[in-house]
C-alpha cells in the first residue's frame, strides 16, 4: 500500500470521527433544549392545574394548551398531582384524564395484544382511579403481571360485583397474583365481607385463601361459614376457622373451639387454645390444663398464654401443673409462670 492509499485512509477516518463528534454535540444540544423547552411547559403545566384544582375551574385557553401537550407529559402532570391528593381534588384529577383522553388512549392500550401495552394501560387506569369497563376483563389476563396490576385498581372499588371476581381468583395457580388479591379484599374492606361469605358458604376453590383474608377481618358474617367449615378435611382451614371463632366469639364458637381442642393436628389445637385464651373463656380451663401435656410444644405453648389470660382461675390451674407428673406439663406451667408480666396481668 503506498503513501496516497495511507493518506486517503487517514483522511476518511478523521472526517468521520469529527462526523460523529459534531452529531454528538448537535443530540446534546437538542437534548439540552428539549429538556429546557419541557421544565417551561412543566413549571406552566403546574401552575395552571394548581389553579384548576384550588378553584375548579379552567379558561378554554389553558384547557386546550394543555390538551395539545405530549400524552406522556400529561400523564406525568396529572400523576405527579394525584399522589398527593384526595376527596374532590382527586376527582378533578380524574376529570381531567378523561378530558384529555388520557383514559380513552389507557383503555385502548389495555385491549392490545402486547402485555405490556396491557400494562401500561391498566396502570394509567389505576394512577387516575378511573371507571372503566375494560380492566375487570384483565383479571383473567395470561399474564400474572397484568392480573397483579388489574387487582390493584380493583382494590379502589367498592362494587360488590368486582369483589366478587376478586375472590374468585383467590385459587390462582401463581402466589403473586393471589397475594395481591389478599391485599385488594382487605384494602377494600367492609363492602367485601358478603360477597367473601358467600364464597365461603359456597366451599368454592381458594379456600384456605378466603378464610386467610377473613381471619384478618373477622366479621359475624363469617361465624356460620367458620363453624360449618371448622370440620374440612384440610387442616389448614380447620385452623383458619379456629381463629376465627376465637375472634368471634359467642357460644357456638366457644363450644367448637373446646371440642377442637382434641383435633388430630397440632395446628389445630394450638388455634382453639388461641381461641378460647383471646375470648377469655374460664370454663374452658380444665380443657387447657390438660392441653399441657400435649405432645406437640406448639400446644402446650398456646395452652399456658390461653390459661394466662384467663386471669386468676388459670394462674391457680398453672401453679397446679407444676406439679402435673407430665413433666412436660409441668415445664410449660414453670415457663409461663416465671415471665415477668404475668401476675401483674392478673392483678396479683
Known amino acids: 500500500m503506498n503513501d496516497n492509499a ?63 401537550l405530549p400524552i406522556q407529559a400529561r400523564r406525568e402532570l396529572l400523576v405527579g398531582a394525584s399522589s398527593a391528593l384526595a376527596g374532590a381534588k382527586r376527582n378533578r384529577i380524574t376529570d381531567l384524564a378523561r378530558e384529555f383522553g388520557l383514559v380513552e388512549w389507557a383503555e385502548k392500550r389495555c385491549r392490545s395484544r402486547n402485555w405490556t401495552r396491557r400494562l401500561q394501560g391498566v396502570r394509567a387506569l389505576t394512577e387516575f382511579r378511573s371507571d372503566s369497563e375494560v380492566v375487570p376483563t384483565l383479571l383473567r389476563d395470561p399474564r400474572p403481571e397484568v392480573r397483579a396490576q388489574a387487582i390493584h385498581w380493583a382494590s379502589e372499588s367498592p362494587d360488590p360485583e368486582i369483589s366478587s371476581q376478586l375472590i374468585a381468583l383467590l385459587g390462582d395457580e401463581m402466589r403473586f397474583p393471589r397475594f395481591a388479591v389478599q391485599n385488594a379484599l382487605l384494602w377494600i374492606g367492609a363492602p367485601a365481607v358478603r360477597p367473601l361469605a358467600d364464597h365461603l358458604t359456597r366451599g368454592g376453590e381458594g379456600l384456605e385463601s378466603a378464610l386467610e383474608v377473613a381471619a384478618a377481618m373477622p366479621d359475624p358474617e363469617f361465624l356460620v361459614p367458620a363453624r360449618d367449615l371448622s370440620g374440612h378435611p384440610s387442616a389448614a382451614v380447620r385452623t383458619y376457622c379456629a381463629r376465627i371463632l376465637g375472634a368471634l366469639g359467642g357460644p357456638e364458637s ?95
Open 254 to 348: 366457644v363450644d367448637r373451639l373446646s371440642e377442637m381442642l382434641d383435633d388430630e393436628n397440632e395446628d389445630v389445637r394450638a388455634a382453639a387454645a388461641d381461641g378460647l385464651g383471646s375470648l377469655e373463656h374460664w370454663p374452658a380451663g380444665t380443657q387447657l390444663a390438660l392441653a399441657l401435656r400435649d405432645q406437640a410444644w406448639g400446644v402446650r405453648r398456646a395452652a399456658g398464654f390461653a390459661l394466662r389470660s384467663l386471669g386468676s382461675p388459670g394462674l391457680v390451674l398453672l401453679r397446679r401443673s407444676t406439679s402435673d407428673r407430665d413433666r412436660f406439663a409441668a415445664d410449660m406451667a414453670r415457663q409461663v409462670l416465671d415471665l415477668p408480666d404475668t401476675l401483674k396481668l392478673a392483678g396479683w
Open 6 to 68: 495511507l493518506l486517503a485512509i487517514v483522511y476518511f477516518e478523521t472526517l468521520a470521527l469529527l462526523m460523529l463528534l459534531l452529531a454528538i454535540c448537535l443530540r446534546m444540544m437538542w437534548r439540552r433544549r428539549r429538556d429546557a423547552v419541557h421544565r417551561q411547559r412543566f413549571e406552566r403545566a403546574s401552575i395552571v392545574l394548581a389553579g384548576y384544582l384550588n378553584d375548579g375551574a379552567m379558561s378554554r385557553e389553558n384547557s386546550e394548551w394543555l390538551a395539545n
